[in-house]
């Protein structure tokens, strides 16, 4: 792993409570950051709560006795000092110190290829941005589904090795955003620390100081509507996907291009018929969709590509969809073939022969890397994560320098 701990702590409250529920001091809330004390999340929109409080430097650890339902007065006052409820009204669940990590592994496989891995055994995520979970998950299915290419016999071993490539890129540019929502908090408890006492204020100093704090929020936006992390990953630098000429849209990380581009994942769209999403035609494993018009007119044959998949054992399912313009539009093409992690493998818009079928269909399932296919060099994202757990001293640079990043 390169990466390590963070230099802060905190002290965990998980908890219930019908009064905070019921009546919390700063309206309904699901992520909520009282100033000057730590965060508190709902975690089920009604009264099941975690507090996160957030601990001196001087804090002396395990050996001394921390009381839970004092933590979690302490996080929702914040700089205004403890919130009190009922102490009846507060059933603690689970209570201790932890401390945020960031890193990542080299690699997601063995150089074996026998062992695989994947979550918080391939990074470490602090909890802004939310990445962590959701990462983890991801990788899990991800993994699943080339696993069990490789049990029923059609999956190739370039899957494995593209399952590293294509989540750890993506993976660590999710890092690198937790890493920056981590600083703004970090900011932000430092600038209010600083004009502590004219927070309390109503003095024109303590409106103007209030202001800035705003202003301050406002410029750092919200953790949870990175759609780009969320939404737009792509996986076109991978072995395992047939690319076309066409350009890449611009991503954004706060924003969603849908694209049927090979490596991007499949857009989502609601169908005119019968108002269901075109993702609940996708077939369990492969889906190959085909666009036409009413009747079969300008239909092209799939005769070829779908023989050679029952001959390689490809579970695919061929989905035809008439007079879905809307849909048409946005998927591009008249032919998309979809992975089972949603993600576009091979789009065109004529039916390929036996020998192309072939082609797609070992690159796909990771017998064949794609024609011309050379392993991308590090990029811009690998060198900022370097940069910023040598420059944050969560890592030391003769260590970061001899890892493969």
């Keep these: 792993m390169v990466g390590g701990s963070l230099p802060t702590r905190f002290y965990l409250v998980h908890f219930r409570s019908a009064q905070l529920a019921q009546s919390p001091p700063f309206g309904r809330f699901w992520h909520a950051f009282p100033i000057g004390s730590g965060f508190i999340i709902n975690q089920d929109d009604q009264d ?7 601990l001196p430097p001087s804090d002396p650890g395990a050996s001394e006795a921390i009381d839970p339902p004092d933590i979690v007065y302490k996080t929702l006052g914040g700089y205004a000092g403890a919130h009190q409820l009922t102490i009846d009204s507060i059933l603690v669940l689970v209570h201790g110190r932890w401390q945020p990590s960031f890193g990542i592994t080299d690699s997601y496989i063995s150089s074996g290829g026998r062992v695989l891995l994947a979550g918080d055994a391939v990074h470490w995520t602090p909890p802004p941005g939310g990445y962590g979970m959701n990462s983890g998950t991801v990788d ?6 080339r696993l069990a290419a490789m049990v029923k016999g059609y999956g190739g071993p370039l899957l494995l090795s593209a399952y590293s490539l294509e989540r750890r890129r993506s993976m660590i540019r999710a890092l690198l955003r937790s890493h920056r929502h981590s600083m703004e908090h970090v ?9 502590i006492e004219m927070l309390k204020s109503n003095t024109e100093e303590g409106k103007a100081v209030r202001a800035e704090i705003e202003r301050f929020v406002t410029l750092s936006g919200p953790d949870t509507k990175d759609f780009g992390l969320e939404l737009d990953l792509r996986y076109d630098l991978s072995p395992c996907v047939v690319l076309d000429r066409s350009v890449a849209l611009r991503w954004d990380v706060n924003g969603y291009a849908p694209s049927t581009r090979p490596g991007s994942r499949a857009p989502h769209v609601f169908l005119k018929k019968g108002g269901a ?14 666009f036409m018009d009413e009747g079969g007119k300008g239909a092209v044959k799939v005769g070829a590509l779908l023989e050679v998949a029952e001959e390689l054992r490809f579970p695919v399912k061929h989905v035809v969809l008439r007079e879905e313009d809307h849909v048409r539009r946005l998927w591009e093409h008249n032919l998309v073939l979809v992975r089972p992690d949603a993600h576009v493998a091979w789009r065109g818009n004529k039916a390929p022969d036996r020998d192309e079928a072939e082609q797609i269909l070992s ?3 990771g017998r064949l890397a794609v024609r011309g296919y050379r392993e991308p060099l590090d990029n811009e994202d690998e060198k900022q994560f370097i940069k910023t757990v040598v420059t944050f001293g969560i890592e030391s640079p003769d260590r970061a320098k001899d890892l493969k990043l």
């Design 277 to 290: 999403s075109v993702y609940d035609l996708f077939g369990k494993e492969w889906t190959l969709m085909q």
């Design 48 to 54: 099941t709560f975690t507090a996160h409080y957030l």
């Design 363 to 365: 690159v796909a399932s």
């Design 140 to 145: 899990a299915f991800d993994l699943g589904w």
């Design 187 to 195: 900011k932000l408890g430092e600038l209010c620390a600083e004009n």
